[in-house]
């Protein structure tokens, strides 16, 4: 994907109901404009881990035995959602194979007439799916920095689901560092969001296997 300048006239969505479009302002012209030339590339490391483990993120059919006793209606509604779900994540990944040889991705930016912020991209998209969201990285990176390090432990503890104080985050990722470095399945799959906490180990194990691990 190329990037390419917007101005103000083009980044606004009316819907049918509202013809009365926000009139934007050059500050989110600008941030529209900073966003979508913001280069973003697949995670290679991370596609081939949702790529090995399916089973611990794309949903499953339910069973006989687990549709068995309801009604008709039921059980073809319930496959319907499920059926979609597993659709949209073969996607998601068929797509960021399509996408990793391209070494930077360009998401361009709209807003809609109540200003809301969206990004424009078929399946992989960092508003989307988590795993499309697990998927993508800066493709021009910057040292983390010991302060990036911090704040990559409150994120990774908050995506398993530790909701508590960020010092109580800090302690639960030092206490699980040799598990996260090992990528341990059951750990993992445990995570509250399994998608995105697999791309926060990854990242995690190739900072700390790094010399300087402020430096990555």
């Avoid at 021009?140 to 010991?146: Q, V």
């Avoid at 799959?189 to 180990?201: E, I, Q, T």
Wanted: charged share 15%; with cysteine.
């Amino acid at each position: 994907l190329f990037y390419q300048e917007c101005c103000a006239t083009h980044i606004v969505h009316k819907s049918n109901s509202n013809a009365g479009a926000i009139i934007p302002s050059d500050q989110i012209v600008d941030t529209v404009n900073t966003l979508s030339k913001t280069a973003l590339c697949i995670n290679g490391d991370v596609l081939n881990w949702l790529e090995a483990h399916r089973d611990l993120w794309v949903p499953n059919l339910p069973s006989f035995d687990e549709l068995k006793g309801h009604s008709n209606g039921y059980c073809v509604s319930k496959l319907k959602s499920i059926g979609s779900s597993i659709k949209l994540c073969n996607n998601i990944l068929a797509t960021a194979w399509l996408l990793k040889p391209a070494k930077e991705l360009y998401y361009p930016m709209f807003i809609d007439w109540r200003g809301r912020f969206y990004s424009k991209g078929e399946y992989v998209n960092y508003q989307s799916h988590k795993a499309s969201l697990a998927l993508l990285k800066f493709s021009k990176g910057l040292p983390i920095t010991s302060m990036g390090i911090l704040y990559l432990k409150y994120y990774g503890a908050n995506l398993y689901g530790i909701g508590t104080s960020n010092e109580h985050r800090v302690a639960w990722v030092d206490e699980h560092h040799q598990s996260i470095m090992n990528l341990d399945i059951d750990l993992i799959s445990k995570a509250k969001n399994v998608p995105l906490f697999a791309a926060f180990c990854i990242e995690y194990k190739n900072c700390f296997t790094c010399a300087s691990p402020n430096n990555f």
